[in-house]
């Protein structure tokens, strides 16, 4: 009889945890998955940079592999080169990013909002196609610059094969990050203080020098800490250009060594541990900096003010306009020259232009199976990561459960560990873990490693935009009896599409540009298109490569255009 009534009932219902039970579980979940995927790699960086064995034996503890990784030849010269490079791009690029977001905000220069956004374009715009572009161009025998002043005065003075041309191109496509940063931090300055300095005499310098940028040494000193952190990141630059002639930085020499055959993973585990090092000193050492004083740039009462530089607003914006050209236009039209002529910067051929290598290119199955990795990669790195992240964000902002403050420093722990760094520890956990060696080797890695890029800005961007939305919505959700996820897929998703599509897209960008993370973790049949234009042009193979970062570009810069003109606020809000 009792069966029966519950037959024509039909099934009972699950029983429904609580919504703070909901939320504890959930804050279980994340701090359990990304805690895992971001520290414990590290983790076992440090630890197996101490192991004598090979990543499939039983480890054997000792010094060995730091002894082989520092006797190493070249290592030394490693380190230092990363040094010189760190100082001289950074004694050039963060005075001028600062000079550049300061004008934007706080000066009369036509068409700033503009210029933000082509910053934005330019943050966008693979490194590997400016690295690449410049190549073509300043290339000593084959370059078009240089065959443009052999043809017309016998000589040929550019060399992008060498320390200055190493730094010529992390200049051009090193300040547009820290005008992006710096910008809307100068744009919400209270400029009370800087209008008392004028009115005791200073000139528009030395108020700025010495009001200012004083008041500023918060936002100037994370920029610049994360500048020095991202050095270790960069290696597309030293690697296509340094390494034809033995310059190595720290970067290039990990990947050196993962590389070697046999692969010297432990040594590149010891290098690796370095950075960690440098991370630890330089975290605390950013915030005793930021500690010391108390800097106030917004109050009730916070005045705006645009200084006027009268004629010389158009000469700076033409300034401007060069540095962008060099950065993005130049680079561009350079790749695009490679992938449709006979032969890159030879005019004069009977036959300067050509299709042959697009045609040969779209039947390449190993350019179809990379763009098809890039695709997916990027896509699934896009979709996941968007929803793992804006399940972070809405805990961190709409619960008091304890532990937010473990997630959030998680969450900000990716910007500062470089992408060679996580890869490798990727690369040790996937290896040297039985239970997840048989992962190596496939796509599901290179997601894992794309998702895990840019957790800090996705996580804070949504930050942000909950932050302004009201609760007031998910409130009367609740009142009304739909529970955690109810609420959350019904009423907070909705009013979040912009903002989530938004971070989809960056996703998307950063997955399909990234070499860094995944470079370790790709294999001969995984490889995505960043990796494989790195491996043409590594190659020699300056035809098929142009055609590679072609569409490089035009998944990630065209993607970014796409959306600001369908109306999404990528990089600059207008007010």
């Known amino acids: 009889m009792t069966d029966a009534r519950i037959d024509a009932a039909g099934p009972l219902p699950w029983p429904r945890l609580p919504a703070l039970r909901w939320g504890f579980l959930l804050m279980i979940g994340l701090i359990g998955s990304m805690g895992f995927l971001v520290l414990y790699p590290l983790v076992v960086i440090l630890i197996n940079s101490f192991n004598e064995a090979s990543i499939v034996h039983e480890p054997v503890y000792g010094f060995g592999a730091w002894r082989e990784a520092f006797g190493a030849p070249g290592v030394w010269r490693a380190l230092k080169n990363t040094v010189d490079v760190a100082v001289v791009r950074q004694l050039i690029t963060f005075p001028l990013g600062v000079l550049i977001a300061w004008v934007l905000a706080r000066t009369n220069i036509p068409f700033s909002r503009g210029f933000e956004f082509l910053f934005w374009i ?177 109050t009730s009462q916070m005045k705006l003010k645009i200084i006027e530089i009268g004629v010389w ?68 790195a896009a979709l996941i990561g968007t929803v793992v992240f804006s399940l972070t964000a809405y805990v961190l902002v709409r619960t008091k459960l304890p532990g937010r403050g473990i997630l959030d420093a998680i969450c900000w722990l990716p910007s500062a560990v470089p992408g060679v760094l996580l890869g490798l520890g990727l690369l040790w956990m996937f290896l040297g873990t039985p239970i997840f060696r048989p992962l190596y080797g496939s796509i599901s890695l290179l997601i894992i490693g794309s998702i895990l890029g840019g957790v800090t800005l996705s996580t804070q961007i949504l930050k942000a935009n909950f932050i302004q939305l009201g609760p007031q919505l998910e409130e009367a959700s609740r009142m009304s009896g739909a529970g955690f996820w109810r609420t959350y897929w019904r009423v907070v998703v909705p009013l979040m599409a912009q903002s989530l599509i938004l971070t989809a897209i960056l996703k998307f960008l950063f997955a399909a540009r990234n070499a860094s993370t995944v470079i370790f973790l790709s294999t001969s049949e995984t490889r995505p298109l960043s990796v494989l234009a790195l491996d043409q042009i590594a190659a020699g193979y300056h035809e098929e490569a142009s055609i590679t970062v072609f569409l490089i570009i035009l998944l990630t810069t065209g993607l970014a255009i796409a959306a600001r003109i369908c109306g999404l606020n990528i990089g600059v809000r207008d007010q």
């Open 122 to 298: 330019s943050f966008m715009y693979p490194t590997v196609a400016t690295v690449f572009g410049w190549m073509l161009l300043l290339d000593p025998d084959t370059g078009l610059v240089n065959s443009v002043f052999q043809s017309w005065f016998g000589t040929s003075p550019f060399n992008i094969y060498s320390f200055w041309g190493i730094i010529w191109v992390h200049v051009i496509s090193g300040i547009d990050t820290k005008v992006m940063l710096l910008t809307p931090v100068f744009r919400r300055m209270d400029a009370a203080m800087e209008e008392a300095s004028r009115m005791s005499g200073g000139g528009t310098f030395s108020t700025m020098m010495r009001v200012t940028l004083p008041v500023m040494t918060p936002a100037l000193i994370v920029v610049l800490m994360l500048s020095l952190v991202r050095l270790f990141e960069s290696f597309e630059v030293e690697y296509l250009i340094g390494a034809p002639w033995g310059f190595y930085v720290l970067s290039t020499k990990i990947v050196d060594l993962v590389r070697s055959e046999p692969p010297m993973i432990n040594q590149a585990a010891a290098l690796g541990s370095i950075v960690l090092m440098f991370l630890v000193v330089m975290i605390p050492l950013q915030r005793w900096l930021i500690g010391r004083r108390t800097f106030v740039t917004v």
């Open 313 to 380: 607003r158009w000469v700076v914006a033409g300034g401007l306009m060069l540095l962008i050209s060099m950065s993005v236009v130049v680079p561009v039209l350079s790749v695009a020259g490679g992938a449709f002529m006979t032969r890159f910067g030879f005019f004069h051929l009977p036959q300067t232009w050509t299709l042959e290598y697009w045609e040969n290119a779209l039947t390449n199955p190993g350019l179809i199976s990379s763009l098809e990795n890039t695709l997916i990669i990027a896509g699934s």
